[in-house]
């Protein structure tokens, strides 16, 4: 009997031992219910866990409940509407709130089918396929109308963009036919009347430097009467020393001014009136060049050739890559979404959604150029550039997890790994490890930020980077797991 009880107490203690994910479930039993003609109320006895260990499922015809190790199921008699199913956790109780579809006493709340094994094997897969396929529905509907919400943003945004440029042109033209309109009143009066308007408005604004001139005085018609009466203004404004005669008659002047020396404009006045004769004095005067300056002197000079490519041997040329990438390329920014009533030409672009995402990047709406983005890789998957300026913004909303999954998804699609898409490699790599290191994932960082930096080594920005990185995890190797979360990353 002592051998019997050794052993029994032996397996006990190793079914004890068991995870508690391989033991049996424990099946409930001991549930409540009550029904009305449109409602069923279902109650079940939560042990001592908490709400979130807690999974329940709801079909038309079918419940399950389970916290491990626990476990309920009920195939329904009838059927009820699952998008009315409303669950309730609270004093230990888990109550289930189902609406039938049809206004019937059921009297019982057991499937009579369910008491066969296998018919109740056939239920159970019926009403799992039928919960997938909602699911599935459920997150397509969602996915759904979020496009149509992003796509009500991006909209609504470019109308923004589109109204303060109208604004902008608005204002500008404005001004252009304030101003033409100034010019044709101007064009529209005689030398006269220009020439008192020009008077009165030294007189408005009697701006200092300006020569005072009477506008009361008469213009007279005569040019020569007009030249000689601006050549003595100028002349007395010249020599300040001279006394004018009409202020002070008769008193000795001071000095002899020397003769005033021609201005730019009288000159051209003096080459328009003379053309014939300046020309001849010019030829006259003027030597040739290495008369005047002498000849050259000896200078060296250095001369800089580039570095001349000598192009490899067939087998171990990149041609055919390079080529199949740029068709790649091509074939990706051609590619545009079919026509319907509610999209733009334009919209239907991705290069040109590429573009409008950009000026909202620029104007720092993040947001906004998201969903061009978006709605651009909606159109063509295959544009790399498209993920990596989405990962971009991504990174300054703080939405770190979705740039490492863009930055992942662009490397992928940057194959064949050539030179014309090297430099796009390197900013991929550099952006996803900016974003692991705001993950606190420096392991990674480093991978990426070294890989990049093999990639293009004579970028000095990366190279600080990656120093501020080895540094960084020198020092975390030494500190408590939970003391690196202050330590400074590079963006």
Wanted: charged share 30%; hydrophobic share 30%.
């Amino acid at each position: 009997v002592s051998t019997q009880s050794t052993g029994s107490f032996k397996i006990l203690q190793q079914l004890l031992q068991y995870p508690t994910n391989l033991r049996m479930p424990i099946i409930i039993k001991d549930f409540e219910w009550s029904e009305s003609s449109r409602k069923l109320e279902i109650t079940i006895p939560q042990r001592n866990v908490k709400s979130s260990s807690i999974d329940v499922m709801c079909t038309e015809a079918y419940v399950k409940v389970n916290y491990s190790p626990y476990f309920f199921e009920l195939h329904l008699k009838g059927k009820v509407d699952d998008n009315k199913t409303r669950v309730v956790i609270e004093n230990n109780e888990i109550s289930l709130h189902l609406v039938k579809l049809d206004e019937e006493i059921w009297e019982t709340i057991v499937n009579p089918d369910a008491k066969d094994s296998a018919k109740r094997r056939q239920l159970v897969t019926a009403a799992v396929k039928y919960h997938e396929d909602k699911v599935k529905k459920d997150a397509e509907a969602r996915a759904q109308v979020k496009a149509e919400q992003r796509k009500i943003a991006l909209r609504k945004a470019m109308d923004q963009d589109s109204a303060e440029k109208d604004r902008i042109e608005s204002v500008k033209q404005a001004e252009r036919d304030t101003v033409a309109e100034e010019m044709a009143a101007w064009y529209s009066l005689d030398e006269e009347e220009r020439r008192n308007q020009y008077l009165s408005s030294i007189k408005e604004n009697n701006r200092p430097g300006e020569v005072k001139v009477d506008p009361e005085e008469k213009i007279p018609k005569d040019n020569s009467t007009v030249c000689s009466k601006y050549e003595k203004i100028k002349h007395n404004l010249a020599n300040p020393l001279k006394v004018s005669s009409d202020s002070e008659k008769g008193a000795p002047e001071l000095s002899t001014p020397p003769p005033a020396p021609l201005s730019k404009f009288d000159k051209i006045k003096h080459n328009l009136k003379n053309p014939l004769k300046d020309k001849k004095a010019d030829k006259v005067d003027s030597k040739p060049l290495w008369e005047i300056n002498g000849p050259r002197q000896k200078q060296e000079i250095e001369v800089t050739f580039s570095k001349r490519y000598f192009p490899s041997a067939a087998r171990e040329s990149t041609a055919q890559q390079e080529e199949e990438w740029i068709e790649k390329n091509i074939k990706a920014q051609m590619k545009v979404k079919p026509k319907d009533g509610d999209t733009k030409e334009e919209e239907r672009n991705p290069v040109w959604l590429n573009d409008k995402a950009g000026a909202f990047y620029k104007a720092a709406n993040f947001p906004a150029a998201v969903n061009a983005y978006s709605e651009a890789i909606a159109i063509s998957p295959q544009l790399p550039k498209l993920y990596i300026n989405r990962a971009s913004c991504y990174i300054l909303l703080h939405l770190f997890e979705d740039a490492v999954t863009d930055c992942s998804r662009a490397l992928e699609l940057l194959t064949p790994p050539v030179e014309a898409n090297r430099l796009s490699r390197v900013r991929c790599l550099a952006k996803r490890g900016s974003a692991y290191c705001q993950l606190q994932k420096i392991d990674r960082a480093l991978d990426d930020y070294r890989l990049a930096n093999k990639l293009d080594p004579s970028n000095e920005s990366l190279k600080k980077d990656l120093n501020t990185l080895e540094e960084q995890s020198t020092s975390q190797s030494t500190l408590p797991s939970d003391s690196s979360r202050g330590v400074q990353i590079p963006a």
